[in-house]
């Protein structure tokens, strides 16, 4: 009898500990710099070549639902930490400075619009006049709750005037379970072709309201921060730019948009309809975010850093599609002009990027698959 209650005993405490640590763990995800909680962090286990993850919250807040070793914290915005044990809070440290708040104020300053049209008229003036060649470092990540990828390339980009970008990719490698993964260029096709200096166009300035918004420790006049918002769709579409009011450029933008904001900009309604009515899924969140740093060399503007986070959920309750999915991608993409214009290289060309679609032309197909032929290499993990 002592032997069959300390057998039920030993039993129930293996039991406890499994469950123990097997339960969710609840944590939230905060910027140790600006003390703010970092939104839409990845956090992710690779063991036994497989990924396991999930996402912080609007709030910061995340629940760890899966048992791991070790854990990885990324965000594009923010330094990479990996730990083995969850605590209450779990910090990322800033790669640079961060807005904590923007607020639009009612009353908009006078000086602001006619600003923004002459950065417009400007920047018509002076860009896509000539070629130009960069070299490109491209990095791209996507995690979802069962797997995760990441593509890397290096390269030459061309900007033709008044046509597409070409690329010609040195090193192209992909990081996957196995080698049936193809090369992705997406986000780096939305960086280049959505700029904001190619958005920013009269209508543009008709479509927000502006304002102008402090910047910490800055001691000179002439570069000034301006917020913007969305008269349409409010802080659906909302960010600011960092300008300098004497020369008349622009240095830096943040902008993010919403759920209203992309279904309506970015999905194609057959598209939308097919996928509700074959898998029942709807989009509940869906955040674009986009930071890009300029630099003006001879008048030309190009983005020197761009970094770029798309993150969807999307629900269903039909079948087998039933339940709630996640995606988080990022991708960062640098440029430097190429040291000579003249280069032997072939180029394939960078198409842009399309509204989520089903059907495809011919055209269109021939393109993207031109971008899988390129040399890569595969590193398994």
Known sequence: MKSIIKKTVLT?????????????????????????????????????????????????????????????????????????????????????????????????PEWIRPFLKKLVQKNSDVNKVISTTFNYDYRTGCINSESGYWFESQGLLLDAPKKNYFVSPST????????????????????????????????????????????PDNDNPNIVQIGFESLKYGDGDYGYMRVDTAHCTIHLVHRETKLDYNTHNYIDGFARSTIHSIMGYDFTTWTIATDITYNN??????????????????????????GKK??????????????????????????P?????????????????????IDKEYILY
């Not at 730990?83 to 640079?96: A, N, Q, R």
């Not at 996640?326 to 198409?351: G, W």
């Not at 990027?353 to 032929?373: D, P, V």
Request: aromatic share 12%; proline share 2%; glycine share 4%.
């Open 297 to 322: 060399t001879n008048g030309l503007f190009y983005a020197t850093n761009a970094k770029y986070k798309i993150f969807y959920i999307i629900e269903s309750s039909k079948g087998k599609f039933s």
């Open 353 to 373: 990027f399309q509204l989520m679609q089903i059907i495809q032309t011919k055209s269109e197909r021939e393109k993207e698959e031109s971008l899988q032929n």
């Open 172 to 215: 192209a490698k992909i990081h996957f379970k196995d080698n049936t993964a193809g090369c992705d260029f997406t986000c780096m096709r939305r960086i280049l072709y959505e700029d904001f200096m190619r958005t920013l166009t009269k209508k543009f300035i008709k479509s927000h309201t502006f304002s102008e918004i402090d910047i």
């Open 12 to 108: 129930l405490m293996v039991i406890a500990l499994y469950g123990a640590m097997y339960a969710q763990t609840r944590t939230v995800i905060w910027d140790n710099v600006n003390q703010i909680p970092v939104s839409y962090a990845n956090v992710y286990k690779i063991e036994n070549g497989a990924v396991k993850g999930t996402i912080s919250d609007n709030n910061g807040i995340c629940n760890v639902d899966f048992p791991f070793k070790e854990l990885t914290i990324s965000h594009i915005n923010y330094e990479t930490s990996t730990i083995s044990k969850i605590g209450d809070t779990l910090f990322l440290t800033p790669k640079s400075y961060i807005l904590q708040e923007i607020k639009i104020s009612s009353k908009e």
């Open 326 to 351: 996640f995606e988080s991608k990022e991708a960062e993409l640098n440029l430097k002009p190429a040291v000579s214009e003249k280069h032997t290289s072939e180029f394939i060309e960078l198409p």
